[in-house]
């Protein structure tokens, strides 16, 4: 029985993670379209569609550490006025939205969380929780996080391909600590701060 639970709860946590994920990469999909980016609709990825934004590496990650990614959106900036203020917009925005989700669905949580089935209170217990720590996950400086495609949009080429180089060691280190569980309760401290400044713990 104990070992079911343990499955449906991976289960459920796996759920709220592709749901998470879906949300915060379409709604990157749809900022960069607004703005002028055929790239997204033409790869197909103005869509809710969880198979489309679905990146079997960073979902095992986020279901093993709490923390990991979806299938980054691929954006062009040659539709956007602004190179650097449209890459802002298409990676930032989706980052506030999900951890205004995140709060806005633990809020929910704790409104109605006597009146819920079990298994969906615990669910969006996890969506709330999963989304606000994608959001600061995203947070750190190297893709397929947000930070790092903001970075790079305000070096100019040469840099830009030296950093890209530098990306692939600040991502090894970002897995290793997750793994060795060193990054995770850092970024838990950011993930609560959020929680306790909006009243929800």
């Excluded at 379409?26 to 969880?50: C, M, V, Y």
């Excluded at 990146?55 to 923390?67: A, C, H, N, Q």
């Excluded at 819920?116 to 209170?121: C, D, F, I, P, Q």
């Excluded at 930070?147 to 040469?158: D, E, H, P, T, Y």
């Amino acid at each position: 029985m104990q070992a079911l639970q343990v499955i449906i709860s991976y289960l459920i946590m796996g759920i709220a993670i592709i749901t998470t994920t879906t949300l915060f990469e379409f709604s990157k999909a749809l900022i960069s379209h607004l703005q002028g980016d055929a790239t997204p609709k033409k790869e197909g990825r103005l869509t809710l569609n969880p198979l489309k934004h679905f990146e079997p590496v960073g979902f095992i990650i986020f279901l093993s550490t709490g923390y990991g990614w979806g299938k980054p959106v691929n954006t062009g900036t040659f539709g956007y006025k602004d190179r650097k203020l449209g890459t802002c917009l298409t990676y930032i925005i989706p980052t506030l939205l999900m951890a205004a989700v995140g709060v806005g669905v633990y809020h929910l949580y704790f409104s109605f969380e006597l009146r819920l089935n079990s298994y969906v209170a615990v669910f969006l217990m996890q969506l709330g929780l999963m989304s606000i720590k994608l959001a600061v996950f995203n947070l750190l400086p190297a893709e397929p996080m947000a930070m790092g495609k903001i970075i790079k949009a305000f070096l100019n080429i040469n840099n830009v391909l030296s950093y890209r180089q530098a990306e692939k060691i600040i991502l090894l280190i970002i897995c290793f600590g997750l793994f060795i569980g060193k990054l995770g309760p850092l970024l838990d401290v950011v993930v609560f701060a959020i929680l306790g400044f909006f009243g929800v713990v």
